[in-house]
């Protein structure tokens, strides 16, 4: 999920369990399977000159990208393989020797991982409040962002970014996005802003529209493709959809589950 601003291109991004793709959409991890989730752009045209007050000051103080494991719920959890540290932002992989490589046996069978956060049984609540709310919030004030939930097939992906239907609780980090932003907006009745929606998907190096299917977009009559401005990154031929109100914005999230 990428969120951008029409101010002086700035970034403060997290990401869920690896690296920032710099597009904002889901690259293609080439030892799994292709990661087929929608990145939902959001882009807010902040018109109030209000929003530019003391952008550089508070950016230079913080870092600009977060990294946290989201570890899947399990009843037979590897406690002899994965190890968490004592402040919950560390991970140690230990892995047994495959006695089967003889006696000179150089196979590494350690990892240590320095992270912002380890999220083990943690509630969608609590991966909300502590990955996504505060990119949410910035976004608001000027600041570009990016979510992005990376990892292998089935490790919960779908469910962390989208969430379950079933269960309201269980709701994931895009409908929860659309809810705190139009929140805000409604606590700022002196600012004009607009919400704009895109969903694109990024599988096998090609760009899909998830929205092209609806009867008032069509076909795009040229393929889109990444380029960069002033503005910063944008997907050309992508569509675009005018949301005024919270929902509006879930019918186009409903559109593409």
């Given at each position: 999920?990428t969120?951008?601003?029409n101010h002086?291109?700035?970034?403060?991004?997290s990401?869920?369990?690896?690296?920032?793709?710099?597009v904002?959409?889901f690259k293609?991890?080439?030892?799994?399977s292709p990661?087929?989730q929608?990145?939902?752009k959001?882009i807010?045209?902040?018109?109030?000159t209000?929003m530019?007050?003391?952008?550089?000051?508070?950016m230079?103080?913080?870092?600009?990208v977060?990294?946290?494991v989201?570890?899947k719920?399990t009843?037979?959890?590897?406690?002899?393989?994965i190890?968490y540290?004592?402040?919950?932002?560390?991970?140690?992989?230990?892995l047994?020797?495959?006695?089967?490589?003889?006696?000179?046996?150089?196979?590494?069978?350690d990892w240590?991982?320095?992270?912002?956060?380890v999220l083990?049984d943690a509630?969608?609540?609590?991966v909300?409040?502590?990955?996504?709310?505060d990119v949410i919030?910035?976004a608001?004030?000027?600041?570009?962002g990016?979510?992005?939930c990376y990892?292998?097939?089935g490790?919960?992906?779908?469910y962390?970014?989208m969430?379950?239907?079933e269960?309201?609780?269980?709701?994931?980090?895009?409908p929860?996005?659309l809810q705190?932003v139009?929140r805000?907006?409604?606590e700022?009745p002196?600012?004009?802003?607009?919400?704009?929606v895109s969903y694109l998907e990024?599988?096998?190096?090609?760009?899909?529209d998830l929205l092209?299917?609806l009867?008032?977009?069509?076909?795009?009559?040229t393929?889109?493709?990444i380029?960069?401005?002033s503005?910063?990154v944008?997907?050309?031929?992508?569509?675009?959809?005018l949301?005024s109100?919270?929902?509006?914005a879930f019918?186009l999230?409903?559109?593409?589950r």
């Amino acid at each position: 999920m990428t969120i951008t601003s029409n101010h002086h291109f700035l970034s403060t991004c997290s990401v869920l369990g690896s690296v920032l793709d710099i597009v904002g959409g889901f690259k293609r991890d080439k030892s799994h399977s292709p990661c087929s989730q929608p990145a939902c752009k959001l882009i807010w045209e902040v018109k109030s000159t209000q929003m530019k007050r003391h952008k550089n000051a508070r950016m230079g103080t913080r870092k600009k990208v977060h990294a946290f494991v989201r570890v899947k719920p399990t009843d037979d959890f590897a406690h002899e393989m994965i190890r968490y540290g004592d402040d919950n932002k560390s991970i140690d992989i230990h892995l047994k020797k495959d006695t089967r490589r003889g006696v000179v046996n150089n196979q590494q069978t350690d990892w240590s991982f320095k992270l912002d956060g380890v999220l083990h049984d943690a509630s969608q609540d609590l991966v909300y409040e502590t990955v996504a709310k505060d990119v949410i919030s910035q976004a608001l004030n000027g600041y570009n962002g990016t979510i992005m939930c990376y990892g292998q097939t089935g490790a919960g992906k779908t469910y962390t970014m989208m969430g379950a239907t079933e269960n309201y609780k269980h709701r994931g980090i895009l409908p929860r996005a659309l809810q705190q932003v139009f929140r805000m907006i409604e606590e700022r009745p002196t600012h004009a802003i607009t919400v704009r929606v895109s969903y694109l998907e990024i599988y096998n190096e090609s760009l899909f529209d998830l929205l092209s299917t609806l009867p008032y977009v069509g076909p795009s009559v040229t393929p889109m493709t990444i380029v960069e401005n002033s503005q910063g990154v944008f997907i050309k031929g992508l569509s675009v959809h005018l949301t005024s109100q919270e929902e509006d914005a879930f019918s186009l999230l409903f559109e593409v589950r």
